[in-house]
């Protein structure tokens, strides 16, 4: 698809993702991208997202807004969750079937697809088993864009497609120890220790269970190519295809912070799913190109950006 005559819809284009889509297309030079603060177009309300829609009158509509925060986030406020999301999805899937946008990318999540799956999972498995009862409210908005895509392109011929990726990081994402994406969390609770001279951190679960991360300039990039060769509403992976434990990881970035005190797993607290790692073959062969930030190397930059903004002085 030829973007640069479109105008873009990024909604959620001021959060973590977003940020680095919108200067994605950019590169792109398309002449007319939008986003928009959540204070000013609430999508939860119908009545708002008509109002966003009908100003901007999209030609394509980035589909990345969402009520998230970590897995501790869910279990505080499941019902939110899920009311909220269910509720920006479907007024997304509406109006960009009513305003006949020409093409709708959903950005899903990993956590669409069962730990009981064959590793890595793969995009036609998606709905064979049940997910994680840990982001199951969370995880129900973004199979809502799956099936309504589906439903919208059969009766409407809404053009779709389905994105999902796995665990984002970067230097430009909100560093909360409980509420933000795992190596954030981690990052925040290390500096604390670090800063307040504790002799311990303390992390939930085991921290047996595995993750793949793939850095939010890598995901941006394969968002817009996506956006660009692939068409059909069956999911399609965005990531490295590599799992990576939690234990190590810790460990990882422990070092990078030079902290020296103990690393401490509080088992009262439940595993969230034992293992989200994506099978990207057909990311490859669709999009012709592989995230090009190893973590090794996206951990090491990413502390080194935050040393340089003094992000650990606070």
């Known amino acids: ?124 498995d998606f709905d064979k088993k049940k997910m994680h009862h840990s982001v199951l409210y969370y995880g129900f908005s973004k199979l809502t864009q799956i099936y309504g895509s589906k439903a919208l392109e059969s009766e409407f011929g809404l053009n779709s497609i389905n994105l999902q990726p796995a665990n984002l ?26 800063k307040n001279k504790h002799d311990n951190v303390i992390f939930y679960g085991t921290g047996n269970t595995i993750r793949e991360f793939i850095h939010v300039d890598d995901c941006a990039e394969g968002v817009v190519r996506a956006l660009e060769k692939y068409n059909s509403t069956t999911p399609m992976n965005i990531g490295t295809g590599k799992g990576t434990k939690i234990r190590d990881l810790a460990q990882i970035i422990a070092k990078l912070l030079d902290f020296k005190g103990k690393i401490v797993w509080d088992t009262s607290v439940e595993d969230g799913a034992k293992i989200k790692v994506l099978d990207n073959k057909k990311m490859i062969k669709f999009l012709n190109w592989t995230p090009q930030i190893n973590l090794d190397i996206g951990l090491s930059n990413l502390i080194n950006d935050l040393k340089r903004r003094k992000f650990f002085h606070g």
């Not at 284009?13 to 609430?42: A, M, Q, R, T, V």
């Not at 589909?63 to 007024?91: D, E, T, W, Y």
């Not at 990081?169 to 670090?194: E, P, Q, W």
């Open 169 to 194: 990081y970067g230097a430009t994402d909100k560093f909360d120890a409980d509420n933000s994406h795992v190596i954030s969390a981690m990052i925040k609770k290390f500096s604390a220790a670090i």
């Open 1 to 124: 698809m030829n973007i640069e005559d479109c105008s873009i819809l990024v909604t959620g284009g001021e959060g973590f993702l977003g940020k680095s889509i919108i200067k994605k297309l950019k590169l792109k030079n398309p002449k007319k991208i939008f986003s928009f603060k959540k204070e000013k177009y609430d999508l939860t309300s119908e009545t708002a997202t008509d109002k966003l829609f009908n100003s901007i009158k999209p030609d394509i509509v980035i589909n990345g807004a969402a009520f998230v925060g970590g897995i501790n986030f869910s279990r505080q406020f499941p019902g939110n969750v899920f009311l909220k999301n269910m509720k920006i999805q479907i007024n997304t899937l509406d109006f960009c079937y009513r305003y006949k946008v020409k093409k709708l990318v959903n950005i899903g999540s990993a956590c669409i697809y069962s730990d009981e799956n064959e590793v890595p999972f793969k995009e036609y």
